[in-house]
């Protein structure tokens, strides 16, 4: 029987092959390309119908038939179904991966769950799992769209891990923090001037960032620090948040809002239905939300409406 891992080139080769595809999908472009002029989708249609037909055929979309299992932690509110994407497209001709190897980026939240193998048995840590993110290349971070980070265990993935890395230029970033880390996030909050407040008022955003989310989640068990969430909300009202090149992204005050949702007790013994009460704040730039949300066919936090 064969040994597979023998077989394996060395790294070295691996990496240098890999480099040179990367180069050779870089250098595509339609002058290099063939015209497509027998194909009705290149030579008959429109260039704006063109781009919807992509724009359909390749932007992340949520998958009604595959729901979350009752008891994967990943099912939360807005999030009780697995998402779908495919790129098959892109490997038709040169001149459709021209016109569209960017749109799977530009439509995609990466979702980013801040969990412990060993204390929810989960398959394997999520460094496994997000590490794709610090191979990207520098021309597919520049495309980047959504992170949304979700906090279930305080401290075990910081979310600075994943947007101060330079070449990742994402447009939006929305960060949950549920019920569980309470208890240590609001130590860490009471003292704002000291290098304890790292984990948001501190942090420095990619420049091309549009838009920031912080949703903080509490219930009933949560009623003794919910005096600590009302202050946190006005002082965001007033507070600012960094972006790399000096500007800052100022509090929305119109769209932040509270919200209720039903979801399972996942840290109770006898898993249950429980009420959870959300507090959502905004921050935003000037620009125009269509600019950059024009490709977002999951709207995981169910904003899309609000224009």
Known sequence: MTDKKSDRKPRHVRNT??????????????SNSHPQTQCPLFSTLPSEIRALIF??????????????????LNCRCNHDHLTHQSTTLLRTCRLVYCETRFIPLQSATHHVFDMSRETYNYPR???????????????????LYHLHYTMIVLGRAPL???ITIAHLH????????????????????????????????????????QEV?????????????????????????????????????????EQSDKFLWKGSEW????????????????????????????????????TNHKQ
């Open 17 to 30: 092959a890999s480099r040179a595809c990367r180069r050779s999908l870089q250098s595509i472009s339609p």
């Open 55 to 72: 724009e359909f055929a390749l932007c992340q979309t949520v998958d009604r038939n595959r729901p979350f299992q009752k008891r994967n």
């Open 125 to 143: 840590l999520q460094s496994d799992r997000v590490n794709y993110l610090k191979h990207l290349s520098s021309q597919q971070g520049q495309q």
């Open 160 to 162: 600075l891990k994943y």
């Open 170 to 209: 994402w447009k939006r970033i929305t960060w949950t923090v549920t019920t569980r880390p309470w208890h240590a996030l609001a130590s860490s909050w009471r003292q704002a001037d000291t290098d304890r407040d790292y984990n948001f008022r501190n942090m420095q955003l990619p420049s091309t960032c």
């Open 213 to 253: 989310c912080l949703e903080l989640e509490t219930t009933a068990q949560d009623s003794e620090r919910m005096p600590f969430l009302t202050g946190l909300f006005e002082r965001c009202m007033s507070a600012g948040i960094k972006r790399r090149d000096g500007s800052i992204l100022t509090f929305d005050n």
């Open 267 to 302: 840290l109770a013994t006898e898993r249950g239905i429980i009420e959870y009460n959300v507090s959502r704040f905004f921050w935003r730039s000037g620009v125009p939300r269509r600019q950059y949300t024009h490709l977002d066919h999951v709207d995981c936090l169910g």
